[in-house]
């Protein structure tokens, strides 16, 4: 179904079942702990071995020679599969920087150099002690702002690596940024972040001939199965993914890492099924991390708050032929001001792969643009809320003849700050005061993006009056099963508990998949396409004008005539497939999710330890699908905002180039102890341009801008700005 004009009336608007807030329809699997996770799935292929991945002890340099004579002598053991097994590193996945096995170069710490296997885990762990791994180490580039480059990024903040310009340019910034004659001139700081996501990588994979079966964990299935076809150099339609439950993403699930690699080689070597779940201790360094970054903002105003200069521009790095953390993308996007100017710059650093963690991009680069702004809100002696709602903007900044489709960050603002009683927050930094305690309130803004991409679905009515829904989409743990059941109940007029949704097999219907909050409003909008066909068809099959047939109540009507809808399927199940195909309507439009996010914090007067005692987040969205479900999504990403702003942190050696708290230990998350009541609002603002389902994505939005409305929460409390991410108690000194 292509979609190419704003979404009229349609069957979703009906909102029986869509819009409410319904319990997770996989709730009880996950409760009980029944839902089968991919290293748990112990039915789908008898005799599984154990596999056991080795990672490199050295950052940078190259195997001279492995000796795994003991570990292949060992009990239990079944084979070891070495990185010097393949002359050369396999071909790059789908979005991969660094390769992920073969050769003897290492490129980067713990990345896999050999999988031993065995008859059970403790036997693979032990033998993989045993292989004897000598290296001759080379030097490495490990301190981000040692090696920060001074030209920008070819490519221009897009960071495509085009022959655009290096600086992104409108107007004349550096004149009007002169001139202005109030200014924020300040250069902050994030750290790199892991995902730490609870169910590791894990994957078991079965060969049948040249055909390979992964059971996994991942959140973009037809990615990932293209990416394996390329890896183990087979053709795609011999690669089958399974991945029906996910215990967390984050992002770092997007693509094919070594598990699931590691498992392919191993069980073609063994010829015997290989289950692997990556070690938690090698999380850090094995996989993609957040990159850090150094960013440095300038902005400035006429004397009564309007913006006339933006600059923002952001260093980060990655390994050679990586990408840059894109944490000036809403700059360009999210005020207006008639001089502009955004660049990145990359540095090249010998540490693991820097990728997409929950709003890349966003939601570093909000920590960042959020604290500028509250800086000059203070300079101004202006409401931060204020100063953000004088500077919105309907249309690009950047290319004014394109207008939002919808944005309603004044709304978010406005209401969220009513909700808050922001007008009871003192302006004046270090005043509220409960005994040892420094009270202190912050807000900021939030912005992420609503891409729309394909996406197709499958639908079938049973004989039994049933409804199965199959896609290849998955639900890293967002409730895309309950969203999609809504929708097929919906569009076909039948209660929840008749629909039954099948995802993540790469034998289903190629759907969005679950990557940069795009899931939910794609992956419905592909299910809607296949629901309006199969209503074509069960209106034919029952001989109804399909023009004027409503469903309802389990029935079909037309024209005073009505049948049971089972009744369509009495000669055999009905199916129709379909997808969402969006074209270019996100490029007639600018398409974005807003949020105003308000949070109070407590900071001990002593020790500098920050609490934080309540936090908002009002959430411009589009149609809201699943009101529960969307606000477990929010104050899940507000939960990661207090670990981005106080704890999280993966500590660089620069030495020996390695993250060096790499497990769940001592990379710090806030725990419940940590989080107070979180309060989520919703503005009702259908998005007709987004898809027919009008609704757009929350599950990143919640995170972006949470991190700097603490740091301006910590700020007013104690007088103190801290501009290096996380705002731990030392800092405050
Ligand atoms: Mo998200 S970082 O695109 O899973």
């Not at 203070?378 to 290319?399: C, F, G, S, W, Y």
């Amino acid at each position: 179904m292509k979609f190419d004009q704003p979404a009229g009336t349609n069957p979703i608007d009906q909102l029986k079942v869509v819009g409410r807030p319904t319990s997770r329809i996989d709730g009880p699997l996950k409760t009980t702990g029944t839902a089968p996770y991919a290293y748990e799935r112990h039915d789908v292929v008898p005799n599984q071995a154990y596999g056991y991945i080795v990672g490199a002890a050295v950052a940078k340099g190259r195997i001279r020679r492995m000796d795994t004579s003991a570990a292949k002598a060992a009990p239990g053991v079944v084979t070891v599969v070495t990185t010097l097994d393949f002359p050369k590193p396999l071909p790059l996945g789908m979005q991969n920087i660094a390769h992920l096995f073969g050769g003897a170069d290492v490129a980067h710490y713990h990345q896999a150099i050999a999988v031993v296997v065995a008859d059970t885990f403790e036997q693979a762990r032990a033998a993989a002690a045993l292989i004897r791994t000598d290296y001759d180490r080379v030097p490495g580039r490990f301190d981000l702002a040692r090696e920060a480059p001074n030209a920008p990024l070819e490519g221009g903040s897009s960071g495509e690596g085009s022959a655009a310009p290096a600086i992104d340019r409108i107007g004349d910034f550096a004149k009007a940024f002169a001139a202005a004659p109030v200014k924020v001139d300040r250069t902050y700081t994030t750290p790199d972040e892991s995902h730490m996501m609870m169910e590791p990588f894990a994957t078991i994979a079965s060969w049948d001939g040249d055909k390979v079966t992964l059971w996994t964990s991942n959140q973009m299935i037809a990615w990932s199965k293209g990416s394996l076809a390329k890896i183990l150099s087979i053709p795609p339609e011999n690669v089958r993914l399974d991945s029906p439950y996910i215990g967390g993403g984050f992002g770092g699930k997007l693509f094919v890492r070594a598990d699931a690699v590691c498992a392919a080689l191993a069980a073609r070597a063994a010829r015997r099924p290989v289950k692997i779940a990556m070690q938690r201790p090698l999380m850090a360094n094995n996989s993609t991390h957040r990159p850090a970054t150094i960013q440095h903002v300038r902005l400035g105003a006429t004397k009564d708050g309007r913006l006339t200069a933006i600059a923002h521009s952001s260093t980060s790095g990655n390994l050679p032929e990586g990408k840059p953390e894109t944490a000036v993308s809403q700059t360009k996007l999210f005020y207006a001001a008639p001089n502009r100017e955004t660049y990145m710059k990359l540095a090249v650093l010998d540490l693991p792969e820097g990728n997409a963690m929950r709003a890349p991009g966003e939601a570093p680069g909000l920590m960042v643009l959020e604290m500028a702004m509250d800086e000059l809100a203070e300079a101004l002696d202006m409401d931060p809320v204020e100063l953000r709602a004088i500077n919105d903007t309907q249309v690009d900044p950047e290319k004014p003849g394109t207008p939002f489709s919808e944005r309603h960050y004044v709304e978010c603002l406005r209401t969220g700050a009513g909700r808050f009683g922001w007008s009871r927050r003192n302006p004046k930094p270090a005043q509220v005061r409960e005994g040892r305690w420094l009270i202190g309130m912050g807000m900021a803004g939030g912005f992420r993006g609503n891409i729309l991409t394909k996406s197709a679905a499958r639908i079938r009515l049973e004989r039994n009056g049933r409804l199965t829904v199959e896609t290849d989409m998955t639900d890293i743990g967002t409730g895309t099963y309950t969203i999609l059941a809504q929708t097929a109940a919906e569009m076909m007029g039948v209660p929840l508990s008749q629909v039954d949704v099948k995802l993540g097999d790469s034998d289903f219907p190629k759907s969005a998949g679950s990557g940069g909050q795009w899931g939910a409003n794609n992956a419905t909008a592909g299910l809607y396409a296949a629901c309006m066909k199969l209503r074509e068809a069960v209106a034919q099959q029952l001989g109804f004008n399909s023009a004027d047939v409503a469903f309802a109540d389990g029935k079909v009507s037309a024209g005073g005539r009505s049948a049971a809808l089972a009744e369509a399927a009495r000669a055999g199940p009905l199916t129709a497939e379909d997808g969402f195909d969006p074209t270019d309507m996100g490029e007639r439009w600018q398409q974005a999710t807003f949020a105003a996010h308000f949070v109070e914090v407590a900071v001990d007067s002593f020790t500098g330890e920050t609490r934080i005692r309540r936090m908002l987040a009002a959430c411009d969205a589009g149609r809201i699908l699943n009101p529960k479900a969307a606000r477990s999504q929010v104050i899940g990403a507000m939960t990661m905002g207090v670990g981005a702003a106080l704890m999280e942190e993966l500590a660089v050696d620069t030495r020996f180039g390695f993250f060096v708290n790499h497990d769940l230990a001592s990379y710090e998350v806030p725990v419940h102890a940590d989080i107070p009541h979180q309060e989520v609002i919703f503005l009702d603002f259908p998005d007709d341009k987004s898809s027919p389902m009008k609704a757009k994505g929350v599950g990143e939005l919640g995170l972006c801008g949470v991190g700097a409305a603490i740091a301006n929460a910590i700020y007013n409390a104690t007088g103190v700005r801290v501009r290096d991410y996380p705002i731990t108690l030392d800092k405050h000194l």
